[in-house]
């Protein structure tokens, strides 16, 4: 039985269907929206216009899962997991009746819910999520509304957050043509880099026009006399707005397990073994978590994290579904590797920035490079800056940060798949990566890092 | 002392100055060209018109050398080295004048020289090679002087030769406007890469225009009244050309090592150890080597090999000068990672194919998928073809070759750290690779393939 038809909970239906005919294994899954297996990722670029139809960004409806004798039940929601009786009762949204199903395993792939400030004005019209394909509908509803209504010049369009999804939707707006502006609670936009890194997005994305706004916290929406959001408010400022964009980020969506009494660790996410099957007597070894809502290794801090990707979801549900079809599979962890584009500009990140490494007790330097995407006489070579962190001493490579154009975003893979291997920035150094002259300088960016980093934890001593 | 003015003879001669001031190393390098710290690799690029001037492959002149207290000898041909005295023999080719100069340390980097086969013909004006800054030119000079004469229409050229350089030419010769045939004498194009993926090239070359021509042996050049070649002939057929390009590889250069002494292995280089010091008593030591006329461990079969790469020439320059200088750095070796373009098709590998693996005696099982540069959902995301090696039973990943469009070369990178690193199959399906629609399907290339291959390795049996 699996709670949630998205990424990890199709992917591990999926695949134990692989391992196990319908005769050997029953599978049965609930998911309370009206979509199976879409990529919530692509939603930005649905609403910018660059995937033309919502059913693009579906990959498997519930009909083909149903072929696969995989018997989705849509629009029915868990309301509760009962572990002791192995049993969950489920509500059918459109007529309300509710039912115990008994399993034998359970799969719980929930997701996430996007934070919701508790604003003045958060429920207005023209105040849009974009978490779900419905989120994604609806917004594409109101702009079109704006656009029939004759407001074709000058819209303007305010996305609270800069991470990903801000900086995402930032991008989708600016191609619908409207003025935009980002509203950040932090320093500078994309905290998952380094501010130094995170000012080199800012000044590109002020570059493109958007208006970039730091050290703001948003207090309320304000509402127009038809009750319609009509702009944003911070302690000290007004941004106007035809249409508002929730970026914030999400949290684990638990609340099922905590009622249920699985564990849960500090950021709110399901805690799991190896096998992706949750820790603790309750669970009882007959319960699987993964996707948006479990908690990861990290491996280069040794802590758990929680990171809400669509990559991390499939590779969960291939685990589980392994191990529940009667294979083995494990997940041992991530690096932490990110990547994100905001118009033409690429942002890459992976392991641990400065304060994660200080968090983690690591002492470690830094070294920032800029270097071109090709050899520099060829054209099209796009610069780019690759800032690394090293261990002090040991010079391990502890995490990767890249801004640039072009051949920028994943470069950060080899530092990525270092970061797994526990390489040293010297070991780094004698990579043979890919070399002619379309495709990178002599010394690649990465590796032009490295060496300095080498530099660096020499001169840092002992 | 340096012989040898290009990427790893001026590396060294840079880095050793670096760590060592004028009044505590003298540094003299002997180049018997016009040209120090060019980038062979960018010709094809600039005979094509993707680079403008010849200049802007030239990394460092003589002159900015000699301004960091580097001793370039231009046009000055080293035509002995006595390992013994410890001193080298020099010709100004000038002049004539020779002398013999003491060194305390010796670098050899004599780099590499074309091959040449000895057909009639093979001197015939109309005939050329792209190993030097001078051969470029004097290409362009040959294709100026055709075009100028109004040869304007239907201007063939053959290539000889379908390894990197051979396609890199033919596509600048298609840049240029000419008809290109390409005569080659394996089975299929590239035979870096398996047969199997060769033909992905051959495929995409022909639709291209370019008329690809395998299991060809040329036995000669035609010339015509002019003197000039006029079409390439081999066993059974005559393919005319306006120019002739040879483009079939290189052999390391190194008859003045050989002379001297120096240990050479069965690919003719010279051999060092991990610090690129020259083996065997006859260098005492006191010689260094490294670029294209050494032999580098090949990581994956635990053999010397011979590749002739930029980029490989520039870390052992570094490494050398470093070590010249009196600090340490080692060479580890390679994994045999290359990427090449032709038009827009992507083209690399890295690690072994399947008759390297054979011949180091590792039975393996190998899978091929195809997959996309994007989210498939994503404007354009191109399709490329991925085919991985590993070993059986231990699953290690033995080689990754990838052919096709935009975003498809340096994926092959993550592979070649995976191969640095001897990681499996399996656990190179947990690398946590950046994922976002515009940079990658949910699952990379990469890892589809390892999934697909973790499969073949566990039905492969004991």
Same mark, same amino acid.
């Given at each position: 039985?699996?709670?949630?038809?998205?990424?990890?909970?199709?992917?591990?239906?999926?695949?134990?269907?692989?391992?196990?005919?319908?005769?050997?294994?029953?599978?049965?899954? =609930?998911?309370?929206?009206?979509?199976?297996? =879409?990529?919530?990722?692509?939603?930005?670029?649905?609403?910018?216009?660059?995937?033309?139809?919502?059913?693009?960004?579906?990959?498997?409806?519930?009909?083909?899962?149903?072929?696969?004798?995989?018997?989705?039940?849509?629009?029915?929601?868990?309301?509760?997991?009962?572990?002791?009786?192995?049993?969950?009762?489920?509500?059918?949204?459109?007529?309300?009746?509710?039912?115990?199903?008994?399993?034998?395993?359970?799969?719980?792939?929930?997701?996430?819910?996007?934070?919701?400030?508790?604003?003045?004005? %958060?429920?207005?019209?023209?105040?849009?999520?974009?978490?779900?394909?419905?989120?994604?509908?609806?917004?594409?509803?109101?702009?079109?509304?704006?656009?029939?209504?004759?407001?074709?010049?000058?819209?303007?369009?305010?996305?609270?957050?800069?991470?990903?999804?801000?900086?995402?939707?930032?991008?989708?707006?600016?191609?619908?043509?409207?003025?935009?502006?980002?509203?950040?609670?932090?320093?500078?936009?994309?905290?998952?880099?380094?501010?130094?890194?995170?000012?080199?997005?800012?000044?590109?994305?002020?570059?493109?026009?958007?208006?970039?706004?730091?050290?703001?916290?948003?207090?309320?929406?304000?509402?127009?006399?038809?009750?319609?959001?009509?702009?944003?408010?911070?302690?000290?400022?007004?941004?106007?707005?035809?249409?508002?964009?929730?970026?914030?980020?999400?949290?684990?969506?638990?609340?099922?397990?905590?009622?249920?009494?699985?564990?849960?660790?500090?950021?709110?996410?399901?805690?799991?073994?190896?096998?992706?099957?949750?820790?603790?007597?309750?669970?009882?070894?007959?319960?699987?978590?993964?996707?948006?809502?479990?908690?990861?290794?990290?491996?280069?801090?040794?802590?758990?994290?929680? %990171?809400?990707?669509? !990559?991390?979801?499939?590779?969960?549900?291939?685990?589980?579904?392994?191990?529940?079809?009667?294979?083995?599979?494990?997940?041992?962890?991530?690096?932490? !590797?990110?990547?994100?584009?905001?118009?033409?500009?690429?942002?890459?990140?992976?392991?641990?920035?400065?304060?994660?490494?200080?968090?983690?007790?690591?002492?470690?330097?830094?070294?920032?490079?800029?270097? !071109?995407?090709?050899?520099?006489?060829?054209?099209?070579?796009?610069?780019?800056?690759?800032?690394?962190?090293?261990?002090?001493?040991?010079?391990?490579?502890?995490?990767?940060? %890249?801004?640039?154009?072009?051949?920028?975003?994943?470069?950060?893979?080899?530092?990525?798949?270092?970061?797994?291997?526990?390489?040293?920035?010297?070991?780094?150094?004698?990579?043979?990566?890919?070399?002619?002259?379309?495709?990178?300088?002599?010394?690649?960016?990465?590796?032009?890092?490295?060496?300095?980093?080498?530099?660096?934890?020499?001169?840092?001593?002992?």
């Amino acid at each position: 039985m699996v709670i949630g038809g998205d990424a990890a909970g199709m992917s591990a239906a999926s695949q134990a269907r692989r391992l196990r005919k319908p005769g050997e294994l029953e599978i049965v899954a =609930f998911e309370r929206g009206s979509f199976t297996s =879409f990529s919530a990722c692509g939603i930005p670029y649905w609403v910018g216009g660059d995937v033309e139809e919502r059913d693009d960004l579906i990959a498997r409806t519930p009909e083909a899962h149903r072929e696969r004798a995989i018997d989705v039940r849509m629009r029915t929601e868990v309301v509760e997991i009962d572990p002791r009786e192995r049993r969950v009762r489920s509500r059918d949204l459109a007529s309300g009746a509710e039912e115990w199903t008994a399993y034998d395993k359970l799969v719980i792939a929930t997701g996430a819910r996007p934070l919701r400030p508790d604003l003045p004005g %958060i429920d207005a019209p023209g105040v849009h999520g974009v978490q779900t394909l419905d989120d994604g509908q609806a917004l594409l509803d109101t702009l079109a509304e704006m656009e029939t209504a004759g407001k074709a010049e000058g819209r303007r369009a305010v996305v609270i957050g800069a991470g990903y999804i801000g900086v995402e939707m930032a991008e989708a707006l600016v191609h619908r043509g409207y003025e935009v502006t980002v509203v950040n609670r932090g320093k500078e936009p994309m905290s998952t880099l380094d501010p130094d890194m995170g000012r080199l997005v800012h000044e590109a994305m002020t570059g493109m026009g958007i208006a970039m706004v730091n050290d703001a916290e948003v207090t309320k929406i304000l509402t127009g006399d038809d009750g319609r959001a009509r702009a944003v408010a911070t302690e000290d400022r007004e941004f106007p707005a035809d249409v508002v964009v929730l970026g914030i980020g999400v949290r684990p969506e638990t609340a099922l397990a905590r009622a249920a009494g699985l564990p849960l660790g500090e950021h709110g996410g399901l805690l799991t073994d190896l096998a992706m099957r949750v820790r603790g007597p309750v669970a009882d070894g007959a319960i699987w978590a993964g996707g948006d809502c479990v908690e990861v290794l990290d491996l280069v801090s040794g802590r758990e994290r929680h %990171i809400a990707l669509g !990559t991390h979801a499939n590779k969960h549900g291939q685990v589980i579904g392994s191990n529940v079809g009667g294979g083995y599979a494990t997940f041992p962890g991530v690096v932490g !590797t990110a990547v994100s584009k905001v118009c033409d500009l690429e942002i890459a990140r992976t392991g641990l920035r400065e304060k994660d490494a200080r968090a983690a007790g690591l002492q470690y330097v830094t070294v920032t490079i800029e270097s !071109t995407s090709r050899a520099g006489y060829y054209p099209g070579a796009a610069l780019m800056t690759v800032k690394m962190l090293a261990e002090r001493r040991t010079g391990r490579l502890l995490g990767t940060q %890249i801004v640039g154009r072009e051949g920028a975003a994943k470069r950060v893979d080899v530092a990525a798949v270092a970061l797994t291997a526990r390489m040293t920035v010297e070991q780094m150094t004698a990579l043979d990566l890919g070399y002619a002259p379309p495709f990178s300088p002599v010394w690649d960016p990465v590796l032009v890092a490295a060496r300095k980093a080498v530099t660096a934890v020499r001169a840092g001593g002992a």
